[in-house]
């Protein structure tokens, strides 16, 4: 299987200090993956530099079939690429209606001269109520995104990024401030989302992490310590000895 995103020997400094240190990853095309490790461990500038906020100073990044490096591209660029990026903190329009943040959603997947005179189409409304169902929001298309609970906007926003047509979405700490039942939905989505696209997960909660029954990547000083089953990586005596204290 040829990866879909190929990370190989990046390392990034910030004043002086490795943040990111030779770290080679890859992520195939319809795959889950959740990346731990301590905090400081590199998790959210690994996010960064695949997204075009911070340019590594070595390595390479390439994506999608044609390997296409995605180095020397601006985050507009590689969000246009596919690869869409979910903050920890839901960003939704609070006073505009789900439908009418989807609509939005839609219409910024547009290319920007096509905006200026975009209005939606039958098609899109359809497609409106699709993304809303693929995250189950649908009975709740004309609610203002203000009144929806913390999960039900994660959602949404998931749904958004989802207008984009992402191959690769990167999610940051999605159980965050979730309910017990929102958790357990949320798990669903994203195994049901990466049937058809890649979703890289980075979480804290490890009960959320075993529950997507994924491969898992460790991250330690920019690095990756270890890799496989939550059970195999939590069984390594680095990870053990990272995660109850550095020495
Ligand atoms: N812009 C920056 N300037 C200076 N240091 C930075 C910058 N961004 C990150 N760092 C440092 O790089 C290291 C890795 O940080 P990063 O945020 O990627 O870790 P993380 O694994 O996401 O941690 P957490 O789980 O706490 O979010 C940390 O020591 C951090 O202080």
């Known amino acids: 299987m040829t990866a879909l995103l190929e990370v190989s020997g990046i390392s990034v400094s910030f004043d002086g200090f490795r943040a990111i240190n ?13 990346i731990i490790g301590p905090n400081g461990a590199g998790k959210t500038t690994f996010m960064d530099i695949v997204t075009g906020k911070t340019r590594p100073d070595e390595g390479s990044v390439t994506f999608g079939p044609r390997s296409i490096s995605l180095l020397g591209m601006n985050e507009a660029r590689i969000a246009r ?31 920007p001269w096509r905006v200026l005179f975009w209005a939606p189409k039958p098609a899109d409304l359809i497609r409106v109520k ?33 207008a984009q047509e992402p191959r690769l979405l990167l999610v940051d700490e999605p159980a965050a401030g979730m309910t017990p039942a929102e958790r357990e939905q949320t798990t669903a989505l994203l195994v049901s989302l990466a049937k058809t696209r890649a979703v890289v997960v980075v979480e ?28 195999h990586v939590t069984a390594n005596p680095q990870v053990i000895s990272v995660y109850l204290g550095r020495g």
């Open 22 to 34: 030779n770290l080679s990853f890859s992520i195939g095309p319809a795959e889950l993956r959740a």
């Open 81 to 111: 690429e596919g690869i869409g990026r979910k903050f920890q903190r839901p960003t939704v329009f609070e006073d505009q209606s789900v439908q009418d943040n989807l609509i939005l959603a839609l219409k910024a997947a547009r290319s």
């Open 130 to 162: 699709e993304l809303a169902q693929e995250v189950g929001l649908a009975d709740h298309l004309p609610r203002k995104a203000g009144e929806l609970s913390h999960g039900q906007k994660q959602w949404l926003e998931i749904a958004m990024l989802l």
């Open 204 to 231: 804290h909660d490890m009960d959320f992490v075993r529950r997507l029954n994924c491969r898992v990547t460790v991250l330690h000083e920019g690095a990756v310590l270890a890799e496989g089953s939550l059970d």
